[in-house]
């Protein structure tokens, strides 16, 4: 079985994608694989902010994103946990509602001449 390790997690600098391929608001979701091994993160822009977080809910560390792709509710409010429908509040992962328990794990992330960038942590 495949699970998400820090072996996995992608180095500093890392393209993931251009700013101008993602709505605001929107999300996007990567996966990086090193072997059996992978590391899932997602970002969301909204109103010109661009977040980036470790795609494993705290509550039971299963990927948030629903089957289209996307990581929000459908009034780009908060982040959605498609497995039991916890809310995350967009600015700081902080679990609002639901199961979610304790806040979503921080992915730095980073614009760079207008790509989307792993950042170093800060
Ligand atoms: S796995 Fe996210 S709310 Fe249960």
Redesign the pocket.
């Known amino acids: 079985m495949t699970t998400i390790v820090e072996s996995a997690r992608p180095q500093p600098g890392t393209f993931l994608c251009r700013l101008d391929e993602l709505s605001d608001p929107g999300s996007k979701g990567f996966r990086f694989r090193v072997g059996e091994r992978m590391f899932a993160g997602f970002v969301v822009l909204k109103d010109g902010e661009l977040k980036g977080y470790v795609d494993a809910?705290p509550?039971?560390?299963?990927p948030?994103g629903r089957l289209d792709g996307g990581f929000l509710t459908a009034e780009n409010d908060y982040i959605y946990?498609a497995?039991?429908?916890?809310l995350f509040r967009i600015t700081d992962g902080r679990c609002m509602a639901?199961?979610?328990g304790g806040p979503l794990e921080r992915w730095p992330v980073e614009v760079v001449g207008g790509e989307v960038r792993v950042a170093g942590p800060s």
């Not at 509550?59 to 299963?62: K, N, S």
């Open positions: 809910c509550h039971a560390g299963w948030l946990c497995g039991h429908g916890a639901g199961p979610g």
